[in-house]
């Protein structure tokens, strides 16, 4: 048998070594996740003040926004493990508590159990995702910062910092990353150099030198320095079955050209 990974398992048993192993850790980790989005749902469902609408009438309040993803991602969460429990227990082996963290240890004392199961690994699958929107929720309620993926062999645990922290920890494996300020700046310049290839149309082109680049210039201009053959076009001039195509160019040709013109000013 193959455990869906590609992994030989022995009979009967639906999922392998690494990926059992992989599940006990994230269901460890389930308590203290769910501590944290409890922690901060509190502060979304205060009321926000409007002032006065009128002279001599009191200030009018309403709920301020509440993050539908923070408590419907704890509620799939909880649900998804109360369901695979009961699934598991049995009279000899009783649940001994329903709450999430009592759920998470219960399946995770259990995973022989589950690893019997031929959705084992569909389940591991499907409470990894449901953990990490409960993650994801949490970040973004406390203003965490995105600092890259773990580059532990079979991990790719997204990884957060604190605004202006240049340290962070893989919440799954463990592992400790130094340097996250310097690894932001590569990955911005990996990007200015991908952006670089981008190949379109004069138009769309235009709009990305001004939305993401700040350049004001119109699609006419690149048309223009097309004309003048300044720049050339990226695409061939007939497509596979003959017909006449619409010229397309490469952003960073542009960008060359833009940049030449500010330094000859």
């Known amino acids: ?112 159990r589950i690893k019997t199961l031929s959705n084992a690994h569909d389940l591991m699958t499907r409470h990894d995702k ?19 993926t773990c580059q532990t062999d079979g991990c790719g645990t997204d990884l957060f910092t604190d605004s202006g922290s240049n340290h962070a920890r893989c919440r799954t494996c463990g592992a400790e990353y130094e340097a996250i300020q310097e690894w932001r700046h590569g990955a911005k310049e990996y990007a200015r150099s991908q952006d670089d290839e981008l190949v379109g149309y004069p138009d769309a082109l235009a709009q990305r030198l001004r939305a993401v680049h700040g350049i004001d210039i119109e699609g006419d201009y690149i048309r223009v320095l097309a004309s003048r053959t300044v720049i050339t076009r990226a695409n061939p001039e007939r497509g596979q079955d003959g017909k006449k195509l619409r010229a397309m160019y490469r952003l960073g040709d542009i960008k060359d050209i833009l940049k030449g013109s500010r330094n000859a000013a």
């Open 1 to 112: 048998m193959n455990c869906k990974c590609g992994n030989e398992t022995t009979a009967g048993v639906w999922l392998c070594s690494p990926c059992s192993d992989a599940f006990e850790v994230r269901l460890g980790k389930v308590s203290e996740t769910v501590s944290e989005v409890e922690a901060v749902i509190p502060r979304l469902t205060l009321t926000a003040s409007y002032g006065d609408r009128a002279p001599g009438v009191r200030a009018q309040h309403a709920p301020a926004p509440v993050n539908v993803d923070a408590v419907s991602g704890l509620l799939e969460l909880q649900r998804f493990l109360l369901n695979t429990a009961l699934r598991i227990a049995t009279p000899k082996n009783p649940l001994h508590g329903r709450g999430s963290g009592d759920l998470a240890d219960y399946l995770a004392g259990n995973m022989h």
């Open 130 to 148: 449901l953990v990490r929107t409960c993650e994801h929720a949490a970040r973004l309620l406390e203003q965490k910062q995105f600092a890259g």
